[in-house]
């Protein structure tokens, strides 16, 4: 009988005392490619009831709310007509502490936070946080290495934002399972332990629709090697309708820069989607209230975990990427012959979907995971291929047979 050692990133919180912190990590303005003014964002944040916002523009480090945003005009062409504005003091004091519009309640700005890989066709997008590195840099096309990198060296901490994107694994669910693109993600994460993990959700689920498949594919590839991988959700705002459509229910003891920091390492938070088109099918839109959840109990005497919570209609637990049980309590007994080296939940509801982060479950045989077995010269010609496939010729090839594939998808749509 299979017996587990449970890890649980939530066992540091305390439910009684800690509070919920609506949050939203991945934002954009005026000051790149986004059509909201850089100020006009963060009040419409602020009014949506968000606790906690990083705004993170196309190469331009946020410095503070009621700093000027050091933009790129080429990148930003809305902002060479309207230059973004920012807060004043005044109004920053007021967001902060929560008596702007007497809200009662105030606004975490998480400065230092950046989108890297400005300038590249390829959706090979990282997010930096607490850092300096990536203002004004270009970046390369395919390359997610080279930001986490930077970030790591900076003492910052980093994100892959929305892999769906770039692996189009919308298009095809099959490239979210290719062991080539899990290793190269599994590769950066066991490598850089400053990069968190993965957007699992990303606006309204169209480009991410498959994430969740490669987290799972991701969890059972990283966890053997030691560390857990954390699933992050954004709205990644571009237009103020995208505000609200996917973002985190962090639980902390309070919202300072530095305890949202040390959240973010240890992964005391939940993922919120108002969309999940595999979990709760493409035409469903939550409204409303979200699933949340109140408390975890991880008992390992008696080998199961609890969840407690409002607002959702059913709990279902996932390991290796497919449902093994249901209910607010797993039996890790009863279900071990269908656990791999972890178990995560997912409340849905009205509002909603809701993920907590992966519970890693040792049972003593737990090993590092080998994808591929290729040989040196393999590895050497597939590595020349990629750099090619990387340069910026043959990018914007595949951009134009992309559309043209897309558009071709489109005009048979239209006729069904």
């Known amino acids: 009988m299979r017996k587990f050692k449970i890890t649980n990133p939530y066992a540091g919180v305390d439910w009684d005392s800690w509070h919920h912190y609506k949050t939203n990590l991945h934002t954009h303005s005026t000051a790149s490619d986004a059509q909201v003014d850089f100020s006009d964002m963060i009040k419409a944040y602020y009014d949506a009831g968000f606790d906690i916002l990083a705004m993170t523009d196309h190469g331009v480090v946020n410095h503070g709310w009621n700093q000027k945003p050091r933009r790129i005009p080429v990148l930003s062409v809305s902002s060479i007509i309207k230059k973004p504005t920012w807060l004043s003091d ?111 959700f990303n606006r309204i689920d169209t480009v991410t629709c498959a994430d969740r498949i490669l987290w799972d594919e991701l969890l059972s590839a990283v966890i053997p090697s030691g560390r857990n991988v954390w699933g992050f959700a954004n709205s990644d705002a571009h237009v103020l309708s995208d505000i609200d459509t996917s973002f985190m229910d962090f639980v902390l003891p309070d919202r300072t820069e530095q305890t949202v920091r040390r959240g973010m390492e240890n992964g005391t938070f939940f993922s919120v989607g108002r969309r999940a088109v595999y979990e709760l099918g493409k035409d469903f839109v939550g409204e409303g209230e979200y699933p949340t959840v109140t408390r975890i109990t991880a008992n390992e005497d008696e080998q199961s975990i609890s969840i407690e919570g409002k607002n959702y209609n059913r709990v279902q637990w996932i390991s290796n990427g497919k449902i093994i049980a249901e209910g607010e309590k797993i039996d890790l007994i009863a279900a071990s012959q269908n656990i791999g080296c972890y178990v995560r939940a997912q409340l849905l509801g009205k509002g909603g979907i809701c993920l907590t982060q992966a519970f890693v479950l040792d049972d003593g045989n737990m090993h590092e995971v080998t994808l591929r077995n290729i040989t040196p010269q393999q590895r050497k010609i597939e590595r020349a291929e990629d750099k090619f496939k990387s340069t910026r010729f043959y990018v914007l090839g595949q951009e134009i047979s992309r559309e043209i594939a897309y558009r071709k998808r489109c005009r048979q749509e239209k006729k069904k």
Not at 104 to 120: F, K, P, Q, S, W
Not at 139 to 160: Q, R, T, Y
């Open 90 to 200: 005044e109004e920053y004091g007021a967001i902060l502490d929560g008596t702007y519009k007497n809200r009662g309640r105030g606004m975490t700005d998480l400065r230092y936070g950046i989108e890297i890989n400005t300038a590249v066709f390829t959706k090979a997008h990282v997010n930096g946080f607490f850092t300096e590195y990536g203002q004004r840099l270009v970046g390369h096309e395919n390359d997610f290495e080279g930001p986490v990198k930077g970030v790591a060296e900076s003492g910052g901490l980093s994100v892959i934002n929305h892999p769906g994107d770039w692996l189009e694994s919308y298009v095809d669910v099959n490239h979210a399972h290719e062991k080539k693109n899990i290793e190269l993600f599994a590769d950066i994460l066991k490598k850089y332990p400053s990069c968190l993990g993965i957007e699992a």
